[in-house]
C-alpha cells in the first residue's frame, strides 16, 4: 500500500457527488478495494443507492446528505468521516454543476451556482480535509477537471471557468501540502454517459438550434481522436488510481483521461 496511507489498514474516503454517474463509480470501486467510504451528495435518494451497493461489497459507508454550496457545509462532511472513523485518507471531489447559456446572455444565478460548487466547496472541502491530513503527515486529494477548462467555449463559459479554479486550486493545494507528505491531483474525464453529460449535451443542441440530438451527438463524438466516449468505469478506475496506487512522488498533476480530447 502506498505511503501515503500506510497509517491505516483501511483507508478512510469521501467521495462528494456520490449519487450517481462518476461519483458512484468511485465509491463503489473504493469499497471494493478495502476502503471505509463517505458519500456526500444534496441527491439524498440517489446516496442510498448508492450506500446500498456499497454494503452489499462489505464495505462501511456513510452518508452526507446536503448542499455543499452552503457555508460550512464542505468542513461539516470532513468532521461526520472523522466522527466516525478518526481520520481521512482520500478526499475525491467530483460534485459538480452546470448550465448551457450563451455568454451574452449570461445569469447571475447561473454564475453563483457554478462557482459555488465547483470552486468555493471544492476549495473549502480540500482546505478541510488537508488540514487533517497535515496532521496525519499522509493522504491523497483529488479534484475532478475537465477538458474544457482549457477550451473556449462561450455556451458554458462558468462551468469551464469553473474548472479552469480547480486547476488552480489543485496546483496551490498541492504545493501547499507538499511538506506533509500529502498528494494532491486531478482528473480531467472525457466524454461520459452520466445524466449531467447528457442533460447539458441535450441542452447546447436546442441552443445551437440542433433538433436531431442523436446526430449532434454523433458529432461530438468523432471529435474525440479514440473515436469513441468514455465508460464510467474506466474513469472511476484512473481516479482510483491517484487515490491508491500512483506514485508517491507525484504530485499537482492533471492527469487527461479524455481519449485524447485533451491533448495537452
Given at each position: 500500500m502506498p505511503a501515503e496511507i500506510h497509517n491505516t489498514m483501511r483507508p478512510r474516503a469521501l467521495v462528494t457527488g456520490a449519487a450517481g454517474g462518476l461519483g458512484r463509480e468511485v465509491a463503489i470501486q473504493?469499497?471494493?478495494?478495502?476502503?471505509?467510504?463517505?458519500?456526500a451528495d444534496i441527491n439524498g435518494e440517489g446516496l442510498v443507492e448508492t450506500a446500498l451497493q456499497i454494503r452489499d461489497i462489505g464495505a462501511e459507508t456513510e452518508t452526507i446528505t446536503g448542499d455543499?454550496?452552503?457555508?460550512?457545509?464542505?468542513?461539516?462532511?470532513?468532521?461526520k468521516?472523522?466522527?466516525?472513523?478518526?481520520?481521512?485518507?482520500?478526499?475525491?471531489n467530483n460534485a459538480g454543476y452546470g448550465v448551457i447559456e450563451p455568454f451574452l446572455d449570461?445569469?447571475?444565478?447561473a454564475w453563483t451556482r457554478t462557482l459555488a460548487l465547483n470552486v468555493t466547496a471544492l476549495a473549502m472541502a480540500c482546505k478541510a480535509a488537508g488540514r487533517v491530513m497535515r496532521e496525519q503527515r499522509s493522504g491523497r486529494i483529488v479534484n475532478i477537471t475537465s477538458p474544457g477548462s482549457r477550451m473556449a467555449l462561450p455556451d458554458y463559459t462558468a462551468y469551464t471557468a469553473s474548472?479552469?479554479?480547480?486547476?488552480?486550486?489543485t496546483r496551490?493545494?498541492?504545493?501547499?501540502l507538499a511538506p506533509y507528505g500529502v498528494l494532491v491531483n486531478s482528473l480531467a474525464p472525457g466524454m461520459m454517459d452520466t445524466e449531467m453529460q447528457r442533460s447539458t449535451e441535450a441542452d447546447l443542441a436546442r441552443a445551437n438550434g440542433r433538433n436531431d440530438l442523436q446526430a449532434f451527438l454523433d458529432e461530438r463524438t468523432r471529435r474525440i481522436p479514440l473515436g469513441r466516449r468514455a465508460e464510467i468505469s474506466e474513469v472511476a478506475e484512473a481516479v482510483v488510481w491517484l487515490c491508491l496506487d500512483s506514485p508517491d512522488y507525484m504530485t499537482a498533476e492533471r492527469l487527461n483521461m479524455s481519449g485524447g480530447l485533451d491533448k495537452d
Open positions: 473504493l469499497a471494493r478495494r478495502g476502503c471505509a467510504v463517505a458519500i455543499f454550496t452552503r457555508e460550512g457545509a464542505p468542513e461539516e462532511a470532513v468532521e468521516v472523522l466522527a466516525r472513523w478518526g481520520g481521512i485518507d482520500i478526499l475525491v449570461a445569469t447571475f444565478k474548472k479552469a479554479g480547480v486547476d488552480s486550486i496551490a493545494a498541492a504545493v501547499a
